[in-house]
């Protein structure tokens, strides 16, 4: 399996501390998404987007990589193909355990854009609708997150690496947020093998060749395992 594409989700940074959006009292559940994160919901009320965001981007801070996201960056470093890592999370686990050329399709907690210009910049710990763009000075910062109805980052380069890939592997998905809910069965489409990790089945888990199920900090290294070994 020379070319690998990785896709992971909240599940694999759920044992880090990061709740996931089915978290029966995590973070979510104390906000309307439809407040927090939509265009609709930033323009109603940009200091109640922004302080659920500060809380998130306090949170991602204070976590730690657990064992999967250290496993994943060391099957990057021995792999002798290449292995391409895209998340949904906007957490930065996987760059702190070592990963490489993340791809985060749905933005970061630590990034910064400007509604009016487009430009971006690292964000601090706390963000407010006062805040001005250091481009344009314009005061339309907003956490640079990919919401609800609006297009994922750098999709032309993940419909790619799955064109190229031998293998697609997805860990820790719901399989209910499109369009990564859909590169299973385009890679199925065009002969990849795929594989679900997950603690429990998606909705998408038929759809895989393979799946294995259980906490992310267990299969995963036992799956970069026996990928290094054969």
């Known amino acids: 399996m020379s070319q690998i594409v990785i896709l992971t989700g909240a599940g694999i940074s759920a044992?880090?501390?990061?709740?996931?959006?089915r978290d029966k009292d995590g973070l979510w559940t104390k906000y309307d998404l439809n407040d927090v994160a939509t265009p609709e919901g930033f323009a109603r009320n940009p200091a109640l987007v922004h302080d659920f965001y500060n809380a998130r981007r306090a949170n991602c801070l204070q976590a730690h990589p657990n064992?999967?996201?250290i496993a994943l960056a060391r099957l990057q470093t021995l792999h002798a193909g290449r292995v391409t890592l895209v998340t949904q999370n906007v957490d930065d686990l996987?760059?702190?355990?070592?990963a490489r050329?993340?791809?985060?399709?749905?933005?970061?907690?630590l990034g910064a854009l400007c509604a009016a210009c487009d430009h971006r910049w690292a964000a601090p710990a706390e963000m407010s609708p006062t805040a001005t763009c250091p481009s344009c000075h314009t005061a339309a910062t907003r956490p640079d997150i990919v919401w609800f109805g609006e297009m994922p980052y750098n999709m032309e380069v993940i419909d790619q690496a799955l064109t190229q890939a031998d293998l697609f592997v997805a860990i820790g998905t719901s399989g209910n947020v499109y369009p990564a809910a859909s590169f299973v069965s385009e890679a199925r489409?065009?002969?990849?093998?795929?594989?679900e990790l997950?603690?429990?089945p998606s909705s998408q888990a038929?759809?895989?060749?393979?799946?294995?199920f259980g906490p992310a900090t267990h299969l995963v290294p036992e799956w970069v395992d026996s990928m290094l070994r054969a």
């Not at 044992?15 to 959006?21: A, P």
């Not at 038929?206 to 294995?212: H, N, W």
């Open 198 to 200: 997950n603690l429990e």
């Open 67 to 69: 064992a999967a996201h």
């Open 94 to 98: 996987h760059e702190r355990a070592g």
């Open 101 to 109: 050329g993340v791809i985060h399709m749905h933005g970061s907690l």
């Open 15 to 21: 044992e880090s501390g990061l709740g996931t959006f």
């Open 189 to 195: 489409a065009m002969g990849v093998e795929t594989l």
């Open 206 to 212: 038929g759809t895989f060749d393979d799946a294995r």
